[in-house]
């Protein structure tokens, strides 16, 4: 598997054509995923090297699961797979979004379309969660 | 500055009304930052218990900044702050999206508006990043 590249200056890391993730203490990068039609966030999850390598070579979604401890190739198991339309990486490039159509429609693992259905809201001057799945 | 509540059970840190954010080691949630008119995805930040105590309270965008080891309210020097109109979170509660009204436009410290300006592409075999401000 071809490693990425390591940049150190500034400018080259955020307006140049090489892509070399800074990978954090624990070898991650952070992945949103939004969907491709709508922009909704779908979901929030984490990326070592691998799982960014086989997104970008097979076009589905694969993060690093930190609960198991293993490359997660999502919607494997749930048949929710995500292909990937785009791959976004930011200024300083330690995240990305991927644009992608959810095989399925469900990217929680609750069973729901996206992992953020809860609003946080006041109420009597009590902060508090509302469901809202819209 | 009120506290937040540490939530054990599985199902109702998940489905219950009350908001427990799960901060990491370092004290921190993720926060991603969406313009609430197109969906766009802007940035991506990281909240300690303050930053996400007084975005709640004063409807701006206050992170951690993580270089610089102190409460960052966005905006605050370059005049481009974030009117946050909606707070989601997610299932187990380590991420929040802020739906923003950016005053002035620029979210990026490069000074676009979005920091994820960058696509990951092929071309002849090699992975490259392609400057695509959409």
Chains 1, 2 share one sequence.
């Not at 198991?68 to 999502?74: A, G, M, S, Y």
Request: with cysteine.
């Amino acid at each position: 598997m071809p490693e990425f590249q390591k940049i150190n200056d500034k400018h080259e890391l955020e307006t140049g054509s090489i892509l070399a993730p800074r990978f954090n203490q624990d070898g991650l990068i952070t992945a949103i995923v939004q969907d491709e039609a709508s922009n909704e966030i779908l979901m929030l999850a984490h990326m070592n090297e691998e799982a960014l390598q086989k997104t970008i070579e097979t076009r589905q979604s694969h993060f690093w699961s930190r609960s198991r401890r293993e490359l997660w190739h999502k919607g494997a198991t749930s048949g929710n797979t995500q292909q990937v339309k785009e791959i976004r990486i930011d200024c300083d490039q330690d995240a990305v979004v991927l644009k992608v159509s959810v095989q399925g429609d469900a990217s929680c693992h609750t069973g729901r379309r996206a992992c953020f259905y809860r609003k946080i809201d006041q109420k009597n001057g009590d902060t508090i969660l509302i469901i809202d799945e819209d």
